[in-house]
């Protein structure tokens, strides 16, 4: 059985500084791209960060460019995401995933991400 579960959310002040990690089991986590997502209330979920097969292949989104850094640690079986300067609308719930390194399509895609954590909440206030 697969299993992605997230931890290091809470609450910070603006400006402030988070670290999320992802640890997988019942998988080859080698074998698949991680990333990461994140839902405000009554908003979509929405794509933070991907990393592939290679660390040296990531990818952001342009409203956490330059502030969020995404890695993984295979050994470890856990991916990373380094959270800086955060601002009051990075206030989420944050959800790792994890998508089959066969499998097409776009690193930003929900549906083509097989499997899901059961997220951690991040409330930066002002």
């Known amino acids: 059985q697969v299993r992605l579960v997230e931890s290091g959310g809470g609450l910070v002040q603006a400006g402030g500084s988070l670290r999320l990690s992802c640890a997988a089991s019942g998988l080859t986590f080698s074998n698949y791209h991680m990333g990461w997502f994140r839902q405000a209330p009554g908003k979509e979920r929405e794509f933070v960060a991907a990393?592939?097969?290679?660390?040296?292949?990531?990818y952001y989104s342009d409203s956490v460019k330059g502030r969020f850094t995404i890695s993984r640690d295979n050994a470890k079986n856990t991916v990373y995401l380094q959270m800086n300067s955060l601002k009051p609308g990075d206030t989420a719930a944050y959800y790792c995933?994890?998508?089959?390194?066969?499998?097409?399509?776009?690193?930003?895609?929900?549906?083509?991400?097989?499997?899901w954590g059961q997220g951690t909440q991040v409330t930066v206030s002002s």
């Open positions: 995933a994890a998508r089959f390194f066969a499998y097409g399509g776009s690193y930003s895609d929900t549906s083509r991400y097989d499997h």
């Open positions: 990393i592939y097969l290679s660390s040296s292949n990531t």
